[in-house]
């Protein structure tokens, strides 16, 4: 019984690590994160090889993969 729980436990943990996973891509110079899937929206994230500075223009709407997002937040 000790064994099924442990494993039980374990798949559990595994399972909520996949879910709190975001999905990242880039687009033009800026990268994103998934914020929901469902409403379609993204937010800039950062990116360690591309720092900004000085004035940018951030687009409203994005396309990756076929798929329309809205640029909600920067993250």
């Known amino acids: 019984m000790r064994t099924k729980k442990k494993w039980l436990a374990?798949?559990?943990?595994l399972l909520c690590c996949l879910a709190a996973?975001?999905?990242s891509f880039k687009v033009g110079d800026f990268c994103y994160n998934i914020i929901d899937s469902?409403?379609?929206e993204v937010?800039?994230?950062?990116n360690k090889?591309?720092?900004y500075s000085g004035e940018v223009s951030v687009p409203?709407?994005?396309?990756?993969?076929?798929?329309?997002?809205?640029?909600t937040s920067i993250g």
């Not at 937010?43 to 950062?46: G, H, K, P, R, T």
């Open 60 to 71: 409203s709407t994005i396309v990756y993969d076929g798929t329309k997002y809205s640029v």
């Open 21 to 23: 996973k975001a999905e």
């Open 49 to 51: 090889d591309n720092q």
């Open 10 to 13: 374990t798949i559990a943990v």
């Open 38 to 40: 469902v409403a379609l």
């Open 43 to 46: 937010e800039v994230a950062y």
